[in-house]
């Protein structure tokens, strides 16, 4: 069974940084695609990037390239998200996820973690 836990989150001010964990385990992920997701109260949950476990291709939402970077530590088995340069727009409920590279639906979900960015 895939679990994820995500940690990192917290109140931020704007312009600050902060970096999102996931940790991954119950098999192999090296055919797994690996997301971060995000809901703000009131909104659909969005996609935010993603990352191929196997080659590393990083793929980012318009509203926070250049600002945030996803990246993975094989050995950890954990993806991260930096983020800088945040804004109180970033606010949301951030959610790790996996997907196999075969399909465009995400199988597993982590239970989140609250990113707070005050003005």
């Known amino acids: 069974q895939v679990q994820l836990v995500e940690s990192g989150g917290g109140l931020v001010q704007a312009g600050g940084s902060l970096r999102l964990s996931c940790a991954a385990s119950?098999?192999?992920?090296?055919?797994?695609?690996m997301g971060w997701f995000r809901q703000a109260p009131g909104k659909e949950r969005e996609f935010v990037a993603n990352?191929?476990?196997?080659?590393?291709?990083?793929s980012y939402a318009e509203s926070v390239e250049g600002r945030f970077t996803i990246s993975r530590d094989n050995a950890k088995n954990t993806v991260y998200l930096q983020m800088n340069s945040l804004k109180p727009e970033d606010t949301a409920v951030y959610y790790c996820?996996?997907?196999?590279?075969?399909?465009?639906?995400?199988?597993?979900w982590g239970q989140g973690t609250q990113v707070t960015v005050s003005s």
């Open positions: 990352i191929w476990w196997s080659g590393g291709t990083e």
């Open positions: 119950g098999r192999p992920f090296s055919n797994y695609v």
């Open positions: 996820a996996a997907r196999t590279k075969w399909v465009n639906e995400y199988s597993y």
